[in-house]
């Protein structure tokens, strides 16, 4: 039981909350079990009277006697009703504290992991995984683990009361015990890997409906809803597929499990009431073990559903726990960055996406306060650069420093505290204006956000909105346009007061006066400022202390404006073609 034994590692904290439920289903179960006995123990006065069992106590009269059992059927069936509901709250509250822990520490650490690992994983995937996979937990910590308990304790302690009663009966009616543990084992077996597959069907599903949710605008446009809800039909199809895989095998192990029952039972039945009969067992301790082996045996019929339910929630959290032990290549622990001033050197910079190189030998240094550009056909490694200096990524050689600290080895908090990030692909959360300014902050400063938005222009269009800046924007800022969007990130990144500001085309996609808005607001913060801009549009650039011309992952341009048209090369081409003088040479575009 590989995955069982890894939650208990991971649950190692839980461990006395498990023993206390356990406890509670052992003596729930127990006081289960008594009532059976009792109603031998009743025939047995009816039949003896003054030669019963409970006379042997000392109590001869036969009233008395069951006026006793009264009294000790009150106590037990109250003890069983009282473990009952001391194993459930206990259960359910571990069920519930285990899921919460378990999702939070996986969604913790899938923020650690690299954007690697995002490149090759569905969005749906991930999460099916923390979400559908760590509620099956919930499910078998809520009936499966003290069904199990509950199996296994009664199994032994009817076993002895028949060892106890009658051996040679025992051996016999409890003969199918071990076939029908050996098929729930074997049943177990054979369903895991059908299971893995309805995860992974499972995760499919969720992917697809995740991607056409978000892109719901385009399929409409496109008036792609019956091809999209094809694409739906195939996934859950499959999905429904692999679950009759499994549905399969899981009906047919209860109809060979009640065959075995059936065989005990009978056995119990006739052959203990041959030696009733001849006088080898007396009737009360017959009419124990008859309802014993119904007790005993009958709940193994459930063995089928509780292996499924295991088997189920083990599949899923397998998936949670290989996510968690996703290695985290980039580290968070470091030293603290101190006093930021925001001069920046590469040095000798390598990298590559799996084997394609992106970006080779790149060595370049920019002054504290400075604003750079980085200009060049998509694919030129402009943006890989930006993300190694967030360390998004890790360069494969080369090192990358921040006020001559080697980035490495700061703590990775304090250098991404020290930057202010606006890319082509805004997020923002489904909250009010102001709190998506003031993002990751718990106590948002009205004055300091409002400041934020004036210099990133966007108070204007945010004082005209119904609510203000309390207005909600809806889930990724679906009520704003694009250009509303890119304002708003560009408030977000002043709003940090970073002594390092990085645009990844914040301007490509938004309007010529959305670009004029934020080539002003760029002035205004770039002063005191490190700023570097990733642009395919030259005119948000041109002011720029150095601009750097990509291709193929190399610096092949560098200087000024002014310097990079004079120089006539692949710049001043692209400047011709953008502002609309033809050009017969090859330009970047």
Known sequence: MPSLRRLFQYARQYRRDAFRASFCSVMNVFFDILPEILIGIAVDVVVNRETSFIATLGVTDSFHQLLYLGVITVFIWGGESLFQYFYQIRWRNLAQNLQHDL?????????????????NKSTGKLMSILNDDINQLERFLNGGANSIIQVLCSTLMCSSVFFYIAPQLALIALAPVPLILFGAFWFQRRIAP?????????????????????????????????????????????????????????????????????????????????????????????????????????PLTGLADIADLYQRSMTAIERVLDLLDSPV?????????????????????HFAYGEQAVLKDISLHISAGQTVAFVGATGSGKSTLLK???RFYDANSGSIKIDGMESKDIALPDLRRAIGYVGQDVFLSDASIAQNIAYGQ?????SAVIAAARAAEAHEFIERLPQGYDTQIGERGQKLSGGQRQRLALARAIFKDPKIMVL??????????????????????????????????????????????????????????????????????????????????????
């Open 388 to 390: 190694l200096l967030l």
């Open 194 to 298: 059908r299971y893995a597959a309805v995860r992974e069907a499972a995760g499919v599903i969720s992917g697809r409906l995740n991607n056409n949710l978000l892109g719901i605008a385009t399929i409409k446009a496109f008036t792609a809803e019956n091809f999209e809800a094809a694409h739906i039909f195939d996934a859950s199809n499959h999905y429904r597929q692999t679950n009759a895989a499994a549905i399969q095998l899981s009906s047919a192990i209860i109809p060979i499990i009640r065959m075995a029952i059936l065989s005990g039972f009978v056995v119990t039945l006739v052959y203990g009431g041959y030696l009733a009969l001849h006088g080898q067992i007396g009737v009360g301790s017959y009419s124990v073990l008859v309802f014993l082996t119904q007790r005993l045996l009958w």
């Open 329 to 349: 290549h980039i580290h968070y622990e470091g030293k603290p960055l101190g006093q930021v001033k925001g001069a920046l050197s590469f040095e000798h910079i």
């Open 103 to 119: 999702r939070l520490d996986a969604y913790c650490h899938v923020q650690k992991l690299p954007l690697s690992y995002f490149e």
């Open 442 to 446: 718990s106590d948002v400063d009205m």
């Open 504 to 589: 990844d085309e914040a301007t490509s996609a938004v309007d010529n006066e959305t670009e004029a808005a934020i080539q002003r607001s760029l002035d205004k913060i770039a002063k005191g400022r490190t700023t570097l801009v990733v642009a395919h549009r030259l005119s948000t650039v041109r002011n720029a202390h150095c601009i750097y011309v990509m291709e193929q992952g190399e610096v092949v341009e560098a200087g000024t404006h002014e310097i990079l048209l004079e120089a006539n090369g692949s710049y001043a081409a692209l400047w011709r073609l953008q502002t609309g003088i033809r050009e017969t040479e090859a330009v970047l575009i």
